[in-house]
């Protein structure tokens, strides 16, 4: 039986679209598969946080931002009660705040649900944050307040600082377990547990205790464990600071006095 010219031609185009369609799931395999092996290889990436790969992490996020303290009559100026938040000095051209429509001006008042009181306040948490992890902030534009969100980018040159000591060895709260029920019931929305405290640490000379369940750190709510260490990155030696926490189905509150990192001491 003789074929016809236009089904020929059917069947060419056919086998080219079929063709196609596999070429671009090859090429669609290969890329998932890099971005995967690229993944796995990132020694940041593949460990989960703690004190140490935090450690590697900080400072090398950036936004774009210069920021100063809020003077009583910025805060009028924007309808704030309080003299609060991160004063937007300037914002670089092409930065992820620039693009996330933040401008001179705007007063940045909380970081990613959490109430920003100063500059130096934003600085740290910014500087905590995860490099490509996207951040949302409550920003006043005039007498108006909008939620922005952000992609922090990699710093060409890290920020660099000596940490202080507290002293102690932390992770995050299980989901389901009893120390993140008895918050739930207390109306909080996480917390971090202490699994160790070093001996003769500030830590232990304050107070803390193996099992202590750390729910604010100087009066800011301590939800995750990246929280509670950009909190602790923005202290200095010799600083007090302030924790509320659960022991026993018993909130304290408890004063540490930083220190500075003995030689010997990793954690």
């Known amino acids: 039986m003789e074929i016809s010219p236009r089904k020929n031609w059917l069947v060419i185009v056919t086998c080219i679209s079929v063709t196609l369609n596999v070429i671009g799931a090859l090429v669609l395999y290969q890329n998932s598969k890099t971005a995967v092996d690229n993944h796995q290889n990132d020694p940041v990436k593949q460990r989960p946080l703690d004190?140490?790969?935090?450690?590697?992490?900080?400072?090398?996020?950036?936004?774009?931002?210069?920021?100063?303290?809020?003077?009583?009559?910025?805060?009028?100026?924007?309808?704030?009660d309080r003299a609060e938040g991160a004063y937007v000095k300037a914002v670089a051209v092409g930065s992820p705040a620039q693009k996330a429509d933040i401008v001179s001006g705007d007063i940045i008042l909380s970081l990613n649900g959490r109430k920003i009181r100063s500059a130096k306040q934003f600085q740290n948490d910014m500087l905590g944050s995860e490099v490509g992890s996207e951040v949302y902030m409550c920003v006043a534009k005039d007498d108006y307040r909008v939620?922005?969100?952000?992609?922090?980018?990699?710093?060409?040159?890290?920020?660099?600082?000596?940490?202080?000591?507290?002293?102690?060895?932390?992770?995050?709260?299980?989901?389901?377990?009893?120390?993140?029920?008895?918050?739930?019931?207390?109306?909080?929305?996480?917390?971090?547990?202490?699994?160790?405290?070093?001996?003769?640490s500030p830590a232990e000379k304050g107070g803390l205790q193996r099992h202590d369940v750390i729910m604010s750190f100087n009066s800011r709510k301590t939800r995750s464990l990246r929280e509670f260490l950009s909190d602790l990155a923005g202290g200095e030696a010799g600083q007090q600071v302030r924790m509320c926490i659960i022991r026993n189905d018993i909130r304290k509150t408890i004063y540490v006095t930083l220190a500075r990192t003995p030689l010997s001491i990793s954690i």
């Open 51 to 80: 004190y140490e790969s935090f450690r590697d992490q900080w400072g090398k996020a950036w936004l774009g931002l210069e920021v100063t303290d809020v003077t009583l009559e910025m805060a009028t100026r924007a309808d704030i």
């Open 147 to 200: 939620t922005v969100y952000a992609l922090p980018e990699q710093r060409l040159k890290p920020v660099t600082k000596t940490f202080p000591w507290l002293g102690v060895k932390v992770t995050e709260l299980v989901l389901g377990s009893d120390d993140a029920k008895k918050l739930e019931e207390a109306g909080k929305e996480g917390g971090v547990l202490v699994e160790k405290v070093i001996p003769n």
